[in-house]
């Protein structure tokens, strides 16, 4: 989690008038106005972040925005700057897991041919992602029901987004009733055993869903063999994966949710300056030593050097030499890019 702490004004910090659920675009707005757009940016995912950990922890009944920037690192004010409410933060949570869910699943198409392996790609990646991140999936599939009807109605939109994106790309005929209805009771058939196995925090792995779950999808379209042989294929599917040993298709969007692409030392508290120096670099590839400095409040050059030459030595940034006098240019790896996403 990226924190970044600010030191709170003295001034009474009261909620800015805002409606609930800003877009992507208003919120970029937002963060462009601010007088360090990079640190804006920065401060918003801390806070999206932190909301994704009170309200797994909590429920969101029982959340507060105090918990959250105490959380977060951050002050109230500009929480408020940013969100506006309790209720717009968590709808960005929910809007920004949608998206994430998206290019999962598209990742996934693209290893594949046939419809049905599509599918089978798409639900193996996604399970793999919940597995990898049990509180997001929490808060996404579980937390999202109790959290009133305004979360209900955001929840389906994106839902019939997704919906709509999966029929486009990989039914095997072109929307219809009948279409729309199988896919409906399809996709709430996943999100309801996905829901009930949350529940329970069962220890067994996600994966192991694979096989009931890819049945209950081609259902509709397949006879009782050829949905009996998808059953096995997924299951040997979901054995490989939890072995190690993934088909060539899915390495790249498993990879994406692998812990074991990030480094240790990026995984704890005060390795946040190096998070932050990858979250920069995503927006702002090219930079220069002393930019990234002045980006994230670095006084010293000799400091900056030190964490570029970290992030170097993990495999995370390339530094390009521009020649004798000139400025080095610093850009994310394939790595670190997995990683600032």
């Known amino acids: 989690m990226v924190s970044v702490r600010v030191q709170p004004s003295a001034s009474a910090h009261r909620p800015r008038a805002q409606p609930c659920g800003q877009t992507p675009d208003e919120l970029s707005s937002i963060e462009e106005a601010s007088p360090n757009p990079v640190l804006a940016r920065l401060q918003r995912t801390a806070i999206l972040e932190a909301t994704i950990q009170v309200v797994a922890d909590r429920g969101f009944a029982r959340a507060s925005v105090g918990l959250v920037t105490r959380r977060a690192g951050v002050s109230s004010r500009t929480f408020y700057e940013l969100f506006g409410s309790l209720q717009g933060c968590f709808v960005a949570v929910l809007d920004a897991g949608a998206q994430h869910v998206a290019r999962t699943i598209l990742t996934a198409f693209q290893g594949e041919t046939v419809w049905v392996d599509g599918m089978r790609s798409a639900l193996a990646a996604l399970l793999v992602l919940f597995e990898s991140d049990p509180a997001r999936a929490r808060v996404w599939h579980v937390e999202t029901l109790a959290a009133g009807q305004w979360a209900l109605e955001r929840r389906q939109r994106n839902l019939a987004a997704l919906r ?23 996709m709430a058939g996943v999100l309801g055993v996905l829901h009930t196995r949350l529940l329970a925090s069962s220890e067994e792995p996600l994966l192991t869903l694979l096989g009931p779950l890819m049945g209950l999808v081609v259902a509709p379209f397949v006879d009782a063999d050829v949905r009996a042989r998808e059953i096995a294929c997924s299951r040997r599917l979901a054995c490989e994966v939890l072995e190690g040993r993934p088909p060539a298709s899915l390495e790249c969007v498993l990879s994406l949710q692998s812990e074991r692409l990030a480094p240790r030392s990026l995984r704890i508290p005060r390795s946040a300056r190096m998070q932050q120096c990858l979250a920069f670099l995503a927006g702002a590839p090219g930079s220069s030593n002393s930019e990234i400095a002045a980006a994230l409040g670095i ?10 030459s970290q992030l170097v030595e993990r495999g995370l940034v390339a530094k390009r030499s521009n020649g004798p006098g000139k400025r080095n240019a610093f850009t994310l790896t394939n790595l670190g890019q997995l990683l600032a996403d």
């Open 164 to 186: 709509s994106l999966i029929v486009e790309h990989w039914y095997p005929e072109p929307e219809t009733d009948r279409i729309c209805l199988a896919s409906e009771g399809a």
């Open 299 to 308: 006084v010293h050059s000799s400091q900056a050097s030190k964490l570029l």
